[in-house]
């Protein structure tokens, strides 16, 4: 028998309305433990870590990431896998972390939740959650499945690194426009392990230094020069990601190149990433931005804003050296990029 632990944070998936504030609001784990009695009758060992208080995932702060982290590290040899119930909204942030903190890992994490708290009829919890459960303790002739960290949503299994959401409404929350999903759930769950990252030979090594001097820069025509340099004047900044235009496109104006330049000459690491959903950054493709790869702006290739965030975050926690530090962010690390080396000339 399958041995699971649950580790439920929060999120819609446990709430219920509260009739003085008339909002929703995150209770414990008992209202999901009555509503699923089916999680007994899965065949499956499992054990519940119940976050007290549980948060809406909007709360959500890199020190829970490393909590989360250090639950799973402690936990690693008793179980096959773990679920992480997750509020929606920042689900993506936390499975992108987690799979830069988590390096080796050879067992499933998946992280799921739902749009409609578990106590309505319409819910999508319910499948969410047994889908999930099945997904962390499907071994394949004794050999683990998904050796990753993942979002289960919607009859999808996507890599956590990869996945958006990008819906409030829909029960089909996330996508994951640059990856296709691992794992397609009907009458059978699909695998598709053509697409999932090998189990490692190697032991689990949690990483737990998340570096938050990090800030966003977003371009839109009209950004003014005085906005621009108010963000990019933060205190102890080290790291940008600039959400540029189609393939990593800015405004050429000499004030807006001038003041990132003085950032990347202090040493702060740009990334550029798109704006768009899919596809990805291709440095030099038009004249738009030959001059960020003049000044040293790196391509975030085709990593999504999660992604590059949290990875920003645990890349300059490592305490590299500037070169390693810049190769380690246009280096796929968990599969949460693909490289692009066209030559434009
Ligand atoms: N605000 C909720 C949360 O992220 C939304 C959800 O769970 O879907 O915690």
Same mark, same amino acid.
């Given at each position: 028998m ?6 439920y944070?929060?999120g ?7 009739e003085?504030?008339?909002?929703? &609001?995150?209770?414990?784990f ?10 007994? &009758?899965m ?26 982290a250090s ?14 119930? *997750?509020? #929606?909204? =920042? ?14 890992? #050879?067992?499933?994490?998946?992280l ?11 819910t999508?919890?319910?499948e ?8 962390a ?21 996507? &890599?956590?690194n ?25 009458i059978?769950?699909k695998y ?21 001097n990090?800030?966003v820069?977003?371009m ?19 790291g940008?990601?600039?959400e540029?235009?189609?393939s990593?496109?800015?405004n ?11 950032v ?10 798109t ?12 004249? =738009? ?11 975030g *290739? ?7 965030? =949290?990875k ?13 530090t ?11 990029l ?8």
């Amino acid at each position: 028998m399958s041995k699971i632990l649950i580790i439920y944070t929060g999120g819609t998936v446990g709430m219920i309305y509260d009739e003085k504030t008339k909002a929703l &609001r995150p209770i414990g784990f008992n209202e999901i433990r009555n509503n699923l009695p089916e999680l007994y &009758r899965m065949g499956i060992d499992f054990y519940v870590y119940a976050f007290n208080p549980p948060i809406d995932s909007s709360d959500m702060q890199p020190e829970i990431w490393v909590e989360l982290a250090s639950i799973i590290e402690d936990r690693y040899d008793r179980y096959d896998g773990f679920v992480i119930l *997750h509020g #929606s909204d =920042t689900m993506s942030f936390t499975a992108s972390a987690l799979s830069f903190m988590l390096e080796n890992l #050879s067992k499933p994490v998946i992280l799921t939740g739902s749009q409609l708290p578990i106590g309505k009829i319409r819910t999508d919890a319910k499948e969410n959650i047994i889908t999930a459960m099945e997904i962390a303790s499907t071994r394949h002739n004794g050999q683990v499945v998904v050796p990753e960290v993942c979002i289960y949503f919607d009859f999808a299994l996507f &890599r956590g690194n990869r996945s958006k959401k990008y819906n409030a409404e829909k029960f089909e929350a996330f996508y994951s426009m640059n990856y296709p999903p691992l794992a397609e759930a009907g009458i059978d769950i699909k695998y598709k392990t053509q697409f999932v990252l090998p189990v490692p030979d190697k032991p689990l090594k949690v990483h737990k230094q998340l570096d938050d001097n990090v800030t966003v820069l977003k371009m839109y025509p009209g950004i003014t020069r005085k906005a621009v340099e108010a963000i990019l004047s933060v205190p102890g900044l080290r790291g940008v990601v600039l959400e540029a235009f189609g393939s990593g496109n800015t405004n050429t104006q000499p004030w807006f190149i001038e003041s990132l330049k003085k950032v990347t000459d202090k040493g702060v690491l740009v990334v550029d990433i798109t704006q768009c959903d899919g596809g990805s950054v291709e440095l030099g493709k038009y004249e =738009t931005s030959q001059p960020l790869q003049q000044i040293g702006v790196i391509s975030g *290739h085709d990593m999504t804003f999660e992604a590059a965030v =949290t990875k920003l975050m645990f890349v300059l926690g490592q305490g590299l050296d500037p070169e390693a530090t810049r190769s380690m962010i246009e280096t796929s690390l968990r599969g949460e990029l693909t490289p692009i080396n066209h030559d434009w000339e």
